[in-house]
């Protein structure tokens, strides 16, 4: 049984990239009471999620990553992937590596009417203003990896931000200033709490109720062991993410029928698409050793590219990123060494996750290794417009129980043709004068020259998630879109979804600009209706 607590007018579930701006501006704007849900922690009790040096720290903290595991995937091996995403105040937002990007005008063009480029041109400008974003100042190493690029036919650019990512390579744009990281939390929560807003972390929401005409009106979650309950008067905003924004409402009645009668769950609303239409962004790494150190901190220069273009004027379907070893190799070891050295149940034991941690740690402080390291980078070839699409079934009615999420990755021959072509051109890049010049030397199969069969077996066992999930309940006008343009919950009264989870086609950049813009957006059609 959940106990009643107070009535809000609007309760928004998640305090990630794009749950923060919806709830800030709702309270800022004056439109009633706002609450809040974070299933996570408050940013401030892991202080790496406020600080732009901090992301790496961030991504090993098993307190600021939800660990979820894939269905063995077809096209790499059979292998589960991790999939993991940012949890506590700021979400995804508050882990990543801090990367600011529209994407390409283009992609927009795949996205409805009212939703394209120039359409959120000053939402995203608005946003932008609000975290002060700018490229970070260029290495020796990472000019001379921009000149490499250059030099197999790319163009310079830094910013990125201006709709053209065709054929491009520099630094991109990042939103830090000094010292912090400027998320949607930072900007929007932590430096200027909204007075009608009220946070509440640690809050696991379980589902929403409905009445008879289908209206949100209570939103049950668990925090610290207890079942609370929670009225809605106005609307239920859902930012949960791409992963479990469609498992909540499946588990509140929502999705397709088949799949809730199975597990005895109250269809509400019968909606085929939710949990439908997932996509991420599959990404392999190739490393190399040079004879120069690699001296950057941040995944800060990328390039973008139409490595099988369909026509002279195609959208850039590829993202090539310059990674430097030294910065994060020993953190995400920290996060990936028990994950593929204890399966199943065998990593929830914390003791056996720590041993593994202290190993990782012990290694890298041996000279060697740190000298080693130092001079290790690597090529991540990005699909950054796949046509495969996953999905995402209810495992259980226990919120408690992962969803089965299948990311289908390479299901399509396009798929394999271009992550092929997109090693292809990683090769390109290392074989410039400029990184010959340090001898960069390849350490994995893929950044060798050899037939394209072992370079598929390769990718296979290389293959992980760029963590760009989306597309789960998809806005659109078709009947097979459980979101309609308003970013209303079709067949609901009440309910919108305010995040990637809506995204209609995954844009070539990462998602994180994308998922404020939807919030940003959520919280602007909101307003409107309460005028209208």
């Known amino acids: 049984m959940s106990s009643t607590e107070a009535s809000y007018d609007y309760v928004v579930i998640g305090g990630g990239s794009s749950g923060c701006i919806v709830a800030a501006r709702l309270a800022e704007a004056n439109a009633g009471s706002v609450l809040l849900l974070e299933a996570g922690e408050p940013a401030e009790a892991h202080p790496e999620s406020l600080s732009a040096d901090g992301f790496k720290y961030a991504f090993a903290n098993d307190a600021l990553m939800w660990h979820r595991m894939s269905t063995p995937q077809a096209s790499c091996g059979g292998r589960p992937l991790y999939i993991g995403s940012g949890r506590g105040m700021g979400g995804s937002g508050s882990v990543n590596g801090m990367v ?3 994407g390409d005008r283009r992609d927009y063009l795949d996205w409805p009417v009212g939703w394209h480029w120039d359409d959120l041109q000053p939402s995203f400008e608005a946003i932008e203003a609000k975290l002060g974003i700018r490229p970070r100042v260029t290495t020796a190493f990472a000019d001379r990896f921009i000149a490499a690029g250059v030099a197999a036919g790319f ?7 201006d709709g053209d990512l065709g054929g491009v390579l520099g630094c991109n744009d990042m939103n830090y200033a000094g010292g912090e990281r400027r998320s949607s939390y930072r900007a929007w929560i932590k430096d200027a709490p909204p007075a009608r807003l009220t946070v509440v972390t640690g809050a696991s929401v379980q589902r929403l109720v409905f009445d008879e005409a289908h209206r949100a009106i209570a939103v049950e979650y668990r925090k610290d062991g207890q079942g609370l309950r929670v009225g809605v008067t106005g609307e239920a905003v859902l930012c949960a993410g791409a992963l479990e924004t469609p498992k909540l409402l499946m588990l509140s009645g ?7 009668e199975a597990l005895a769950i109250p269809v509400v609303h019968n909606s085929a698409g939710v949990g439908q239409h997932l996509q991420d962004h599959p990404n392999v790494c190739l490393f190399y050793r040079s004879q120069a150190p690699v001296d950057f901190q941040y995944p800060q220069v990328y390039g973008f590219e139409a490595v099988l273009p369909r ?12 990674y430097a070893a030294p910065a994060s190799l020993q953190q995400s070891m920290q996060r990936m060494v028990p994950i593929l050295a204890l399966p199943g149940r065998l990593y929830a034991v914390t003791a056996l996750r720590r041993l593994l941690r202290g190993m990782v740690n012990l290694a890298f402080k041996l000279p060697l290794l740190q000298r080693y390291v130092a001079k290790v980078f690597g090529i991540v070839v990005i699909l950054g417009k796949p046509t495969s699409r996953g999905s995402l079934r209810l495992a259980s009615r226990d919120p408690a129980v992962p969803a089965e999420i299948d990311l289908d990755y390479y299901a399509t021959t396009e798929d394999r043709e271009r992550i092929l072509a997109g090693v292809a051109r990683a090769q390109a890049i290392a074989a ?7 001898r960069a030397t390849p350490l994995s199969l893929g950044g060798k020259r050899v037939p394209a069969e072992k370079i598929w077996k390769w990718i296979g066992a290389a293959t992980m998630t760029t963590f760009h999930y989306c597309g789960s309940c998809r806005m659109g006008e078709d009947a097979a879109s459980p979101v309609d343009l308003q970013l209303r919950v079709k067949g609901l009264a009440n309910v919108r979804v305010a995040d990637a989870s809506a995204v209609p086609e995954i844009p070539v950049s990462a998602l994180n600009a994308p998922s404020m813009v939807l919030g940003y957006r959520a919280a602007d059609l909101i307003l409107a209706g309460r005028t209208a």
Do not use: E
Request: hydrophobic share 35%; with cysteine.
């Open 432 to 438: 410039q004068a400029p990184l010959q010049q340090v």
């Open 155 to 161: 163009r310079r650019k830094d910013g990125m931000n």
């Open 311 to 322: 026509s002279a004027d195609a959208a850039p379907d590829t993202c090539f990123v310059c």
């Open 100 to 102: 600011y990007t529209r």
């Open 254 to 260: 929502v999705g397709p029928r088949a799949q809730l």
